[in-house]
């Protein structure tokens, strides 16, 4: 995987993934614990199968593995990801009510 250095303004080559992700999205969510890193979403294989799995940053930042704890709700093949500040959370919804 490649990634975008911001200090340096150039490409570098990242820890691997453990499967290969079709057209993934990518964003670094941030929760009251601090900072829970990066996390991938998207398609397995070159069929881009749809999986409800997340794929996050391994503790320590020691490369990539499925997280078993964050589950998408739907199983999707193409994810698209935004992030937003923590002030909209109160417009938020989800299905557990909250």
């Given at each position: ?95 557990k009510g909250?």
């Amino acid at each position: 995987m490649e990634l975008w250095n911001t200090s340096w303004e150039q490409w570098e080559e990242g820890e691997r993934l453990p499967d290969a992700l079709t057209g993934p999205g990518m964003a670094v969510l941030d929760g009251p614990a601090g900072q829970l890193g990066p996390v991938l979403i998207g398609g397995r294989g070159l069929a881009a199968a749809p999986t409800k799995a997340v794929t996050a940053m391994a503790a320590g930042g020691d490369g990539w593995e499925e997280d078993s704890g964050m589950t998408l709700q739907v199983a999707r093949a193409f994810a698209g990801v935004a992030t937003v500040p923590s002030t909209l959370f109160d417009g938020c919804r989800s299905s557990k009510g909250n």
